[in-house]
């Protein structure tokens, strides 16, 4: 953790509050436009691309610190002021009621857990984005029904930008300004033109894989996504790997794992066939790594991309993936415990 947060998570502890006006001060010191918080957000541009996610989060740790003491605070002088009474027993115990993580987010950050281990970084990208990006670098031709309606949200005003359907958006936008090696997840939130059902969703979110460098084969594929299926579902977790068509990948594959929830035995969930199907995955085209700037002579690469929605409902055993979008407490607070 940075040095300048971790002497300011001390201050909070230790800042003296008595009154309204001491609050208020607190306040202004570290949540004000010219306050500690705001300064530390200004000097981001100065942290190592590298540094910058876990920098981020402790200054949101630090915020999230200071606005508890202010509410806290705030809850003990209204109850004196209501009382009539002036003075403040600051012995008095605090009731804070603890939140959770949304269901996506715990599985999404176990993810990064599993493949940050064995060398892979994070990298965001843009949800609007362009043809260029979404499409025709990653081989889809013109007549492809992907660019229909049907299946696309486009931008009324500008028929070459749209909402992107995938995260392979990010791996080329990375293939086009980084040279191999390169071994990167794409998380984020896409959308597709699709009809809500408890099996489907216009929304919903996506990690991709990608990895270039010399050599690479379709067998560094396989064992890194065996190592990632038994991380997070467990070691006695098996795959298969179905042979599919994907314009941006050659060869291409589909994967399941054996069913946890039967043990392979067959139940609603798995359709009776005793496997899930996961994700989809295969050795980059070479015509992609030459869009992109990539002489395919000289490297290959694999990638892969899940859909967490599903892997959710996979872990937490959840049949409704419209659950995932309500926002309804009584859901979210049964996973209190789940991080």
Same mark, same amino acid.
């Given at each position: 953790m940075n040095e300048k947060i971790v002497i300011h998570l001390t201050e909070i502890d230790d800042f003296p509050i008595t009154s309204a006006s001491e609050l208020e001060n607190f306040r202004i010191y570290f949540l004000g436009k010219k306050g500690v918080i705001t300064a530390l957000f200004a000097a981001m541009k100065e942290i190592p691309n590298e540094e910058k996610k876990a920098y981020g989060q402790d200054i949101?740790?630090?915020?999230?610190? *200071?606005?508890?003491?202010?509410?806290? #605070?705030k809850t003990v002088f209204e109850k004196n002021q209501n009382s009539g009474s002036t003075s403040i027993d600051t012995s008095m115990p605090i009731e804070l009621n603890s939140g959770s993580r949304h269901p996506i987010s715990v599985v999404q950050n176990r993810i990064y857990s599993i493949f940050e281990k064995i060398g892979f970084t994070v990298a965001l990208g843009p949800e609007i984005e362009d043809d260029w990006h979404v499409f025709s670098a990653l081989n889809f031709p013109e007549e492809h029904p992907a660019r229909d309606m049907q299946d696309t949200f486009f931008i009324e005003s500008n028929p070459d930008v749209v909402l992107r359907t995938h995260t392979s958006s990010i791996q080329v936008r990375i293939m086009e300004t980084t040279k191999p090696p390169i071994r990167v997840i794409c998380p984020g939130r896409v959308f597709r033109n699709e009809a809500i059902t408890a099996r489907a969703h216009c929304i919903f979110h996506q990690v991709e894989g990608l990895y270039i460098d010399k050599n690479v084969t379709f067998a560094d594929l396989k064992q890194t996504l065996l190592y #990632? *299926?038994?991380?997070? #579902?467990?070691?006695e977790t098996k795959i298969r790997l179905r042979p599919s068509y994907f314009p941006f990948t050659e060869p291409s594959a589909e994967m399941d794992i054996s069913c946890d929830i039967c043990g392979g035995k067959g139940c609603n969930i798995c359709k009776n066939s005793g496997w899930v199907e996961i994700l989809g995955c295969g050795m980059v085209d070479p015509a992609v790594l030459e869009s992109c700037g990539i002489d395919s002579t000289v490297y290959t690469g694999y990638a892969f991309g899940l859909g967490i929605e599903r892997m959710t409902q996979q872990v937490f055993k959840t049949k409704d993936i419209r659950m995932f979008f309500e926002n309804d407490l009584r859901f979210i607070k049964q996973f209190e415990s789940a991080f």
């Open positions: 949101n740790l630090l915020k999230n610190k *200071a606005e508890e003491k202010i509410e806290s #605070f #990632f *299926a038994q991380e997070m #579902f467990g070691k």
